[in-house]
């Protein structure tokens, strides 16, 4: 699944990271990365974007972002 498809409330972990370039690079300097988790704290009321805790910090990505981001949920 993706970390778009994830619910809020649930903590996810990251096991690939999808995409290529400078999107995929943007992506791990935020700090996700394969092995990762991720809790998803709030989904604005139209779905983008999303709020998730990562490494301690909060970080906001858009729906776009969040479906190259394949994720199991713990």
Do not use: C, N, W
């Amino acid at each position: 699944m993706t970390l778009r498809e994830a619910k809020v409330g649930q903590t996810v972990h990251v096991t690939k990271l999808e995409g290529t370039g400078a999107v995929k690079r943007r992506i791990m300097d935020m700090g996700i990365t394969k092995g990762e988790s991720i809790f998803v704290r709030k989904v604005a009321p139209l779905g983008d974007p999303i709020e998730i805790t990562v490494r301690g910090y909060e970080l906001s990505l858009r729906k776009q972002d969040s479906e190259m981001i394949i994720v199991q949920v713990i």
